[in-house]
């Protein structure tokens, strides 16, 4: 079956440590995103990719890195410079960014700061 | 200004009444526009999209476009308890590089 997958659903991080959350899909999609979401709250945009090895800062970049090495990837990572890391993460995909602009998306990590 | 603006709710309607939800935007050169839901803990999932003027229908739903005002809205006819979850508004940046999303609104549908 197409579709996004993510890993881990949950995990448990410590203060100062680096974590990375997988973002794998076989939709075929060019664009690929990451989104932040706090209880009670939207979703912001942290980084986007539309093509491998090209990508894009959203809206609250700082503190996160991405790389996009193949089509189907787009691991993020957390840093000990993300000051604030507890939340609920989306990653998503569509054909491509400003084309029909649907999302698909994973079920979503959720990090928790020990 | 919030570049998509949504009123956080809750929204509380009574089964099998109209539920009105409202999203207003800033970038008058956006060109799509989308509703998902999203249930308490889950994904968002994709209900309606929008790109011209006017009305579309879809079953129970109904996404409404006023461009010239800048506003877009969701109505869900013959509500039921199902329906209670988060709605998000959504519209792409008129770069059409990125998407971006309402705080969403919070339905609720009492039996």
């Known amino acids: 079956d197409g579709g996004i997958t993510q890993s881990p659903k949950y995990l448990f991080r410590k203060e100062g440590q680096n974590v990375t959350l997988s973002c794998e899909q076989n939709?075929?999609?060019?664009?690929m995103y990451w989104y932040r979401q706090d209880p009670g709250q939207g979703l912001r945009l942290i980084y986007y990719?539309?093509?491998?090895?090209?990508?894009q800062k959203g809206d609250i970049a700082e503190g996160y890195s991405v790389s996009r090495e193949k089509k189907e990837s787009f691991p993020l990572t957390v840093t000990s410079a993300q000051k604030n890391p507890t939340a609920f993460y989306l990653c998503a995909s569509s054909i491509s960014v400003g084309g029909s602009g649907e999302l698909f998306f994973g079920e979503g990590s959720r990090l928790t700061v020990l | 200004q919030k570049e998509v603006e949504q009123n956080s709710g809750p929204l509380s309607v009574p089964e099998g009444a109209i539920a009105s939800l409202n999203c207003t935007y800033s970038d008058r050169g956006s060109q799509s526009f989308f509703w998902y839901r999203q249930y308490s803990g889950k994904s968002p999932e994709l209900i309606m999209f929008i790109y011209s003027n006017g009305d579309k229908e879809d079953g129970r739903f109904t996404a409404q476009l006023n461009k010239a005002s800048q506003y877009v809205s969701l109505l869900i006819r013959d509500s039921q308890p199902s329906d209670s979850a988060t709605y998000l508004c959504a519209v792409t940046a008129s770069s059409a590089s990125k998407i971006i999303f309402g705080s969403g609104t919070r339905l609720s549908i009492r039996p």
């Open positions: 990719s539309q093509i491998v090895n090209d990508f």
């Open positions: 939709l075929n999609h060019d664009a």
